[in-house]
């Protein structure tokens, strides 16, 4: 049974830091590429950042460029979002999501993942 589970959400104040945690069952986990999507009330679901298999290379929408970071544990088959700085406008529900041998390094569209987890919700008040 594959599964992805998110922790770490919860309610912060505009400049305050979470530390989102996705622990995977999918094995062998280094030949997924690991990504962060959000999805806000109202609005479709949008990337955030993604690392590639090793863990060698990230990448990151213009507007957590600088305040998140996403990492990879592969012996614990975990994959971190660091979020610093937090604003009201990061509010959402927060997914990992997994995608298996990818054809590119570490994709942006949703549409490549193969997996997802449930979500987690973060909520930055003003």
């Known amino acids: 049974q594959v599964a992805l589970v998110e922790s770490g959400g919860g309610l912060v104040q505009a400049g305050g830091s979470l530390r989102l945690s996705c622990a995977a069952s999918?094995?062998?986990?280094?030949?997924?590429?690991m990504g962060w999507f959000r999805q806000a009330p109202g609005k479709e679901r949008e990337f955030v950042a993604v690392?590639?298999?090793?863990?060698?290379?990230?990448n990151y929408a213009d507007s957590v460029k600088g305040r998140f970071t996403i990492s990879r544990d592969n012996s614990k088959s975990t994959v971190y979002l660091q979020m610093n700085t937090l604003k009201p406008e990061d509010t959402a529900v927060y997914y990992c999501?997994?995608?298996?041998?990818?054809?590119?390094?570490?994709?942006?569209?949703?549409?490549?993942?193969?997996?997802w987890g449930q979500g987690t919700q973060v909520t930055v008040s003003s």
């Open positions: 690392i590639n298999r090793s863990g060698s290379s990230t």
């Open positions: 999501a997994a995608d298996r041998l990818p054809t590119t390094d570490a994709s942006r569209d949703a549409r490549e993942y193969d997996y």
């Open positions: 999918i094995r062998p986990f280094t030949w997924y590429a």
